[in-house]
């Protein structure tokens, strides 16, 4: 059973930045990916970004691309979401989700956590 908690969300401003976290427990295994997804007020859930387990291949939406960062640490079971140049269409309740493979965590059918909500004042 694979837990996942998120933290670090709030509020930003424009051009400003946050840091999300996510605590994982339960199995680990060198072949999982990791990843944040977003879902906007209204919308759908979106991918934001992935990362494998050797920390080496991450992925990008291009919406994302070039401002946002992610990056995991196995010896703690964590991954984080660095954000910097938030823009007012970040706003965004984020979730961490965990799968054993890539195209399984983009097609959504990882574990997830809880969200955090992250709102970005324009």
């Known amino acids: 059973q694979v837990q996942l908690v998120e933290s670090g969300g709030g509020l930003a401003q424009a051009g400003g930045s946050l840091r999300l976290s996510c605590a994982a427990s339960g199995r680990t295994s060198s072949s999982d990916v990791m990843g944040w997804f977003r879902q906007p007020p209204g919308k759908e859930r979106e991918f934001v970004a992935a990362?494998?387990?050797?920390?080496?291949?991450?992925y990008y939406a291009d919406s994302v691309k070039g401002r946002f960062t992610i990056s995991r640490d196995n010896a703690k079971n964590m991954v984080y979401l660095q954000m910097n140049s938030l823009k007012f269409e970040d706003t965004a309740v984020y979730y961490c989700?965990?799968?054993?493979?890539?195209?399984?965590?983009?097609?959504?059918?990882?574990?997830w956590g809880q969200g955090t909500q992250v709102t970005v004042s324009s």
């Open positions: 990362i494998r387990f050797s920390g080496d291949s991450t």
């Open positions: 989700s965990k799968a054993p493979f890539l195209a399984t965590l983009r097609a959504g059918g990882g574990s």
